[in-house]
């Protein structure tokens, strides 16, 4: 059971345009969500996160939104820079507990020059 | 300061023979993970620490071992490995429970012939 969905594998965007990454969840006891960037043989490193108790979360280029009734929240990169492209995953935890993390499957961002 | 590191970085197994990956973080964290990559299937939790000396399992245990002897160290064993277990593996720490960000390694490719 994928209780963190991204659907779409790849997105090509061109550069200076907005890249819109998505994100579904199926467990309503998830409350804190982040967003992990992946190059080519290296490891995932953090790039935003935002909390339930919050829609929007900024940062630089960086935009998270969160629609909780809908239990989606997506990426917004503007302006997409060439040095983007890379594997974006999204991830989901709860604050009850262990702080486990659940990944989603990821979406490979190509910016074309 | 060199973050989370992993040891080998690539390995080639024969089916049946064992191994132990080591990961070692320089960052005094508490908590401390393996993962697997395989492809459409994102990262999933193998095993967990949640400090010196104690360990839990996570979504994929089977076939695997961990120890945590040292702070800075979590070691992954494989007993005999299999063709299923040929995957990246990565290795990640996070500060405490309120920390959801995690630090990753590099990876270690394992291939079981």
């Known amino acids: 059971d994928q209780q963190v969905k991204q659907n779409s594998p790849s997105l090509s965007v061109q550069e200076g345009r907005i890249s819109i990454l998505n994100c579904d969840y199926t467990n309503s006891m998830f409350d804190y969500f982040l967003w992990y960037k992946k190059y080519p043989a290296e490891g995932p490193t953090f790039l935003i996160s935002?909390?339930?108790?919050?829609d929007k979360n900024e940062d630089g280029r960086f935009t998270v939104f969160l629609n909780k009734s809908a239990k989606h929240l997506s990426l917004h990169i503007v302006p997409s820079q060439p040095g983007d492209s890379a594997v974006y995953f999204c991830?989901?935890?709860?604050?009850?507990?262990?702080?486990?993390?659940?990944f989603g499957t990821g979406t490979k961002l190509q910016v074309i020059p | 300061n060199a973050g989370v590191t992993q040891t080998p970085k690539f390995r080639v197994l024969k089916t049946g023979q064992s191994m132990t990956l080591l990961c070692a973080q320089d960052m005094n964290h508490e908590y401390m993970y393996w993962y697997r990559q395989d492809p459409g299937m994102g990262l999933r939790l193998i095993h967990y620490s949640v400090g010196e000396g104690t360990t839990a399992k996570g979504e994929v245990p089977d076939g695997y071992n961990v120890s945590r002897l040292k702070k800075q160290n979590f070691l992954l064993g494989l007993e005999s490995a299999a063709p299923s277990q040929t995957s990246v593996y990565f290795c990640?720490?996070?500060?405490?429970?309120?920390?959801?960000?995690?630090?990753f390694g590099p990876g270690t490719r394992l291939t079981v012939t």
């Open positions: 935002i909390s339930s108790i919050k």
């Open positions: 990640a720490s996070s500060y405490d429970i309120a920390s959801y960000e995690q630090y």
């Open positions: 991830a989901a935890s709860n604050s009850g507990g262990y702080q486990k993390v659940t």
